[in-house]
């Protein structure tokens, strides 16, 4: 890996060190995450982006974060990080339906380099159990059942899902696999409420922090919902372009918000790693109005 070298660095909590030697050295730094907010996760997400907003060139076998980030090394590495810290990990069922079936969504697997390191800083240093729990969201519940993520005994996959979902899981045979277990929160609306998500994941597993892996639908919802407290984007050197025929999905895609209801972010740190930089974000209180009222 292209050594990773820190510009800024705005880390409150730099007394206390969090991250063991060896993680500490190759970050460049240390990490630490601040308590969840009441009845629910603290919730961070990581994104790779171009220079031009692109998170996807939706083209069939090109589709992932890979081809975005050109599969640099550094962004690897700073995934598997943040796959070792989380107690949970979410995706929506796109994102899930363009990675490949054996795909577990670990640490190790994403960043193989590190695997001890990530397991030393996990279990001794925080107290988790060596996997974190897999989110997957899927209103249709129209998954692929034949993925590793619900075969793999040692997987532990949480599906949320509409009633309509949980039935067409159940009739594919889902409720037959050990490791998966199905929820229906509040799907009133029409779609999964997010913050219904995130306070059955903390009540029922006691899940204190989510990592969000996206897609770009599913996250729009959150930060609509004011459920995002971090931002880990990785700005790949590579322009994608888009025609208004050929979505190309940016970082969130089905919600926008007007200028006076946009939530804004601080920057927390900047890193850089050959001609990548990787940028982190916390947002800021709370949006001034509700979204509702924009
Ligand atoms: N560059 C990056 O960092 C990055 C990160 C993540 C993903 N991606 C890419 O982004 C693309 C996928 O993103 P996407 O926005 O198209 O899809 P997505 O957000 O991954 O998944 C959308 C699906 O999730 C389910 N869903 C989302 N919100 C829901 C809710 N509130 N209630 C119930 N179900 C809900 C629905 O599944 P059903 O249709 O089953 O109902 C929906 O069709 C892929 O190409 C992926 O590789 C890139």
Same mark, same amino acid.
């Given at each position: ?67 975005? !980030?050109? +599969?640099? @090394?550094? %962004?690897?590495?700073? *995934?598997?990080? &943040? ?5 949970? =990990? ?96 509040? !799907?009133? +609306?029409? @779609?999964? %409420?997010?913050?219904? *998500?995130?306070? &059955? ?5 006691? =899940? ?87």
């Amino acid at each position: 890996m292209t050594p990773i070298r820190t510009l800024v660095d705005r880390d409150q909590d730099k007394l206390k060190p969090s991250l063991p030697p060896g993680l500490r050295d190759l970050y460049d730094g240390d990490l630490h995450f601040r308590e969840s907010p009441a009845e629910r996760p603290f919730v961070f997400a990581n994104f790779v982006s171009t220079l031009d907003g692109v998170v996807s060139y939706a083209i069939k076998g090109q589709a992932t974060g890979s081809a975005i !980030s050109g +599969s640099d @090394t550094a %962004d690897r590495f700073i *995934m598997g990080l &943040l796959r070792a810290s989380a107690d949970a =990990i979410m995706v929506g069922a796109r994102t899930v339906h363009e990675t490949g079936p054996q795909s577990l969504w670990t640490a190790e697997s994403i960043y193989p380099d590190a695997k001890q390191l990530y397991a030393e800083y996990r279990i001794n240093v925080l107290h988790k159990p060596p996997r974190p729990l897999l989110v997957v969201v899927s209103g249709s519940g129209k998954l692929e059942l034949e993925r590793a993520i619900f075969r793999v005994p040692e997987a532990r996959t949480v599906v949320m899902t509409t009633p309509a979902g949980k039935d067409a899981l159940t009739a594919a045979g889902a409720a037959k696999l050990p490791s998966v277990q199905i929820h229906t929160p509040d !799907s009133s +609306s029409g @779609t999964i %409420d997010p913050l219904a *998500m995130l306070r &059955l994941l903390h009540a029922q597993y006691g =899940i204190q922090s989510l990592l969000h892996e996206g897609g770009p639908s599913l996250f729009g919802e959150f930060m609509a919902a004011q459920a995002v407290d971090e931002l880990f984007l990785t700005l790949s050197p590579q322009i994608a372009g888009r025609t208004s025929d050929a979505m190309r999905p940016a970082l969130i895609e089905g919600t926008e918000f007007m200028p006076e209801c946009a939530p804004w972010f601080q920057l927390l740190s900047v890193k850089q790693s050959a001609d990548h930089l990787y940028l982190r974000y916390q947002r800021t209180a709370s949006l001034p109005k509700p979204v509702s009222a924009c």
